[in-house]
């Protein structure tokens, strides 16, 4: 059973300062990975998508990378805002429980002291 | 395009009582998901469908069922409430069947049963 697991479960930074946050999952047969971001009290936007074909995504000042055979992601965050904190959740798409679903983490708790 | 609109917000039952959560999108997609998120965990798949009339089970789908006569509307029912299903329900909805494809989340629904 595929299982995703993300460190740290929260972390607190100044504003500025780049951070990363860190995923890993324990089947690689996976399709995708995708890094997801939710506020509190709302539902869960798409930050990244990256295939399993692919090393990296980036978007403005997020960056993603995955490597597939260690079982391992990172995002990156850069030059981080306030604005930026959030909950941030991992997940993998697969079919290793028989049908194409996908397998969140529990999330890391960003917060961006100004 | 609203996108995945989700009702009511909050609901509290009494154990025993039954429901229906509501899940509509307006953006033509043939997939649709109904996950469960209970407090600092990730979110766990209930139900979904791959089209109309199409359903099938995710990870936790005891106690719950689903129906899709439609492509917009996706309602999850709660038969018989139970404590443990205290937890904040997302539904969500995708194009397709391919893997470059990313869900599209609700705000979700709190629910609490006493």
């Not at chain 2, 009582?17 to 979110?43: E, F, I």
């Not at chain 2, 029912?77 to 205290?86: D, F, G, K, Y």
Request: with cysteine; aromatic share 10%; charged share 15%.
């Amino acid at each position: 059973k595929q299982e995703v697991t993300q460190i740290p479960a929260a972390l607190s930074v100044p504003e500025g300062e780049n951070l990363v946050l860190n995923c890993s999952f324990t089947d690689s047969a996976i399709y995708n990975l995708q890094w997801f971001r939710q506020d509190p009290g709302k539902g869960l936007t798409s930050l990244l998508l990256i295939q399993s074909s692919q090393r990296e995504q980036t978007s403005g000042r997020l960056n993603a990378s995955l490597d597939k055979s260690s079982g391992r992601s990172t995002l990156y965050i850069a030059a981080s805002q306030p604005g930026d904190s959030a909950t941030y959740l991992c997940a993998v798409f697969d079919s290793g429980a028989g049908s194409y679903q996908l397998t969140f983490g529990k999330g890391t708790k960003l917060s961006v002291i100004p | 395009n609203a996108g995945v609109t989700q009702t009511p917000k909050f609901r509290i039952l009494k154990i025993g009582q039954s429901m229906t959560l509501q899940c509509a999108q307006d953006m033509n997609h043939n997939y649709m998901y109904w996950y469960r998120q209970d407090p600092g965990m990730g979110l766990k798949l209930i139900y979904y469908s791959v089209g109309a009339g199409i359903t099938d089970k995710g990870e936790v789908p005891n106690g719950y069922n689903v129906s899709r006569s439609t492509t917009e509307d996706f309602p999850l029912r709660l038969e018989l409430a139970a404590p443990s299903q205290t937890s904040v329900y997302f539904c969500a909805s995708k194009p397709g069947e391919s893997f470059t494809d990313t869900q599209y989340f609700g705000p979700g629904t709190r629910l609490t049963v006493l």
